[in-house]
């Protein structure tokens, strides 16, 4: 994703809130292992359903418009599994963090928690055996 695309999602993330669809989200820049290409990872409470979610997000990157653009948008609900809880969620939006491109954009989510859960993730990484290249 180019810049100009990564920060239209952040300012869709901005305009649900504002818009009191969304009570909190997690948002941070990270580069694909095997690609190496920059993208969001979000996390949010949001009254969004999935499809629709996924559908005004390509829309706010220029997805349906820029031929070459966003490929793919995926969004799926919390299983409350493993990673799939609230603190999951948020530290495995992190595990970029201190890298360069990192950058964090969030809603409703103390600095406290965001540290939390990347401590909980780095953690869940070592009693799996995960390596940051599994995530």
Known sequence: MSQEELAAVAR?????????????????VEMGVEEGNLH??????????????????????????????????MTKLLTGKTLHTHLGMIGYCTKDIGLDHYKLDSHGVTPAEVRRASVKFLSWLTI????????
Not at 13 to 18: G, M, N, P, R
Not at 46 to 71: D, H, M, Q
């Open 12 to 28: 869709y993330l901005q305009k649900t809130v504002e818009e009191n669809l969304t009570e909190m989200y997690v948002s941070a």
């Open 40 to 73: 969001r990872q979000n996390y949010m409470r949001t009254k969004i359903p999935p499809a629709t979610l996924s559908k005004r997000l390509k829309e706010a990157t220029f997805a349906e418009s820029v031929p070459g653009r966003v490929k793919h948008v």
């Open 128 to 135: 799996t055996g995960w390596t940051m290249a599994d995530c």
